[in-house]
């Protein structure tokens, strides 16, 4: 069995309109429905919450968030499975 090798752009394609978890260089994460991006890595957001420290701070409709401030881009279900199995 051949495993196709994915860039992270074609990943990032593939989980448009899916929940994901952004976590900025700053530490603050945003969770939502990744609605596009472009070849910056710029994000836009749909039904954004804005984390602090582990904490619900902010809820906003839409976000943009500037590519060269993020520094993991996690795919909801995949995260959560990962928890549960450590």
């Known amino acids: 069995m051949s495993m196709r090798k994915q ?3 074609d ?3 593939q989980i448009i309109g899916r929940p994901v978890v952004v976590k900025l260089n ?3 994460d945003y ?3 990744l609605a596009c991006l472009d070849g910056y890595m710029n994000i836009a957001i749909e039904q954004t919450e804005e984390y602090v420290n ?6 906003y409709g839409d976000a ?4 060269n401030n ?14 549960n199995e450590s």
């Open 7 to 9: 860039t992270p752009s």
């Open 11 to 13: 990943f990032l394609k």
């Open 26 to 28: 700053s530490g603050v």
């Open 31 to 33: 969770r939502g429905v």
């Open 54 to 59: 582990g904490q619900l701070k902010n809820k």
């Open 64 to 67: 943009f968030l500037r590519g």
């Open 70 to 83: 993020e520094l993991t881009i996690l795919l909801i279900g995949t995260f959560q499975r990962h928890r």
